[in-house]
């Protein structure tokens, strides 16, 4: 290297950290059904390992970004990239062109989901629910996929029941096996879309810890769906209000919840303090 190369290089603890790119890209992505648009022009990153939370009201459109994500519902417009790919389109000798079902399905595997409901294989033993994808979508050796997910199950303190069937389990046991499904995937990122609202209120907080103790480890980016304040406010490194469409405000949980911007949120956050 010459002396002036030397010279300008700064060394390596002085250089900035390169911006990490986002795993998720929504840009300017709106969603139609009929004549009502249900999302308007959404732009939203979230970082590796980001935690971002969704908040908002009823309709406000929530699990329709979460559903394009997930390739179930397709936008009317706009791009959402993840891990650096387009996920509904591809690009062809530099052109962008809508994506056939081979691409979605390749990029898809980077992306887990959680619903309401749990939607576990009923004819299925606990272990077995959570070897199928590994070794039928991945191409896991069955060795491996068996190992994997008796660890992910046991992490999710289900340990006991690998060969009981969802019918002989509560619903926050069934809730956390479908975690532990999606999470034995590895995926890039892990959407949580109302998993407790359909549980009893005794069960919610064993599926709550679960998913506080995965983002604790920080390596997934999440995106959580929740009406669940309190969960929002430990778990997120981001708090997103959306409402009629729209993304109104989002920042940090403490300046977002604690001390709201706007007359939209403020009335949510109060609607939300009376038990709506
Ligand atoms: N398949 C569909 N066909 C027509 N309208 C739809 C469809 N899916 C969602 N919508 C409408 O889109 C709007 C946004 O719904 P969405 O479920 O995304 O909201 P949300 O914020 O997740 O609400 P909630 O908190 O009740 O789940 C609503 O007005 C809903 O009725």
Redesign the pocket.
Known sequence: MSAIAKAVLPSENERPAAAEKPIVRYQKVSKT??D?E?LKQIDLEIAPGEKVALI??????????A?MLMTL?KPTSGMIEVDGELLWHRKVKGKVVPANEKHLRRVRQKIGMVFQQYNLFPHMTILKNCIEAPIHVQGVPKEEAVQRATAMLERVGMGDKLDAYPSQLSGGQQQRVAIARAVVMEPKVMLFD?VTSALDPELVGEVLEVIKDLAREGRMAMML?T?EMDFAYEVADRVVF?DQ?YIVEEGPPQEVLENPQTKRLQSFLRRFRNGF
């Open positions: 059904f009929g009502v249900v908002g009201p009823s309709g406000s459109g929530k699990t329709t970004l559903r519902e109302e769906i009406h959306m469409g």
